[in-house]
């Protein structure tokens, strides 16, 4: 069955960095495009950005463009989310989703990993 | 790339059926055919409900269903149950792989 697991969340203070990755099984990775979408606690959903099945494009919100770096590796099934110059309000629970095919919008999502800024 | 706008709350009896709104722009919902619709337990991830204004996905009960009027788009719950009792976000594609969410609104079961 279909699985995405994240990991790398942590504790990171103002200005910092961190790489969330996110494992993926039960289907075939290379073939689908990825998204970050997060949630601050108590507060709604929020896409954070997208990338191509084969990394050929990507896209990101405004919150977070220019300090945020998505890839994927299609050999080890992993996606990633690099977070540069992190602030407070990036204090978010981070999941991973996959994004249906042909479709726009997400079918399989993780478990989430929270990423808490703080000094 | 503003949220877009659903009820905080909304309520009903078991059996009742309740509509949630979702208001966007001529940018992202009134823009494309692509709404979805998702339903979060506390402490749980999303999960979809619907896609694509009105489809849902094998799995999903039929008492859950969608559609779109301009730059709206609604959630109905027919024959409303207590595990119905979540958190539901409406999202919509608003070009170039952006996606917008709504702001969510707390459904509760009486």
């Known amino acids: 069955q279909v699985q995405l697991v994240e990991s790398g969340g942590g504790v990171v203070q103002p200005g910092g960095s961190l790489r969330l990755s996110c494992a993926a099984s039960?289907?075939?990775?290379?073939?689908?495009?990825m998204h970050w979408v997060r949630q601050a606690p108590g507060k709604g959903l929020e896409w954070v950005t997208f990338i191509r099945y084969d990394g050929s494009d990507k896209n990101y919100a405004d919150s977070v463009k220019g300090r945020f770096t998505i890839s994927r590796d299609n050999s080890k099934d992993t996606l990633y989310l690099q977070m540069n110059s992190l602030r407070a309000e990036d204090t978010a629970v981070y999941y991973c989703a996959r994004k249906t095919g042909g479709r726009y919008c997400f079918d399989y999502w993780g478990q989430g990993t929270l990423v808490t800024v703080s000094s | 790339q503003s949220a877009l706008t659903q009820p905080r709350s909304v309520s009903g009896s078991p059996g009742q059926s309740v509509t949630i709104s979702c208001t966007g722009t001529?940018?992202?919902?009134?823009?494309?055919?692509?709404v979805s619709w998702y339903q979060q337990h506390p402490g749980k991830a999303p999960k979809l409900m619907i896609y694509d204004v009105s489809e849902r996905p094998s799995g999903v009960p039929d008492r859950f269903s969608g559609s779109k009027s301009g730059n709206t788009a609604s959630l109905t719950i027919s024959g409303l149950q207590a595990e119905d009792e979540a958190d539901y976000y409406c999202?919509?594609?608003?070009?170039?792989?952006?996606?917008?969410f709504g702001t969510g609104t707390k459904v509760t079961v009486l």
């Open positions: 039960g289907f075939t990775f290379s073939s689908y495009g």
């Open positions: 001529s940018s992202d919902v009134g823009g494309y055919n692509y």
């Open positions: 999202c919509s594609f608003a070009g170039n792989y952006i996606h917008v």
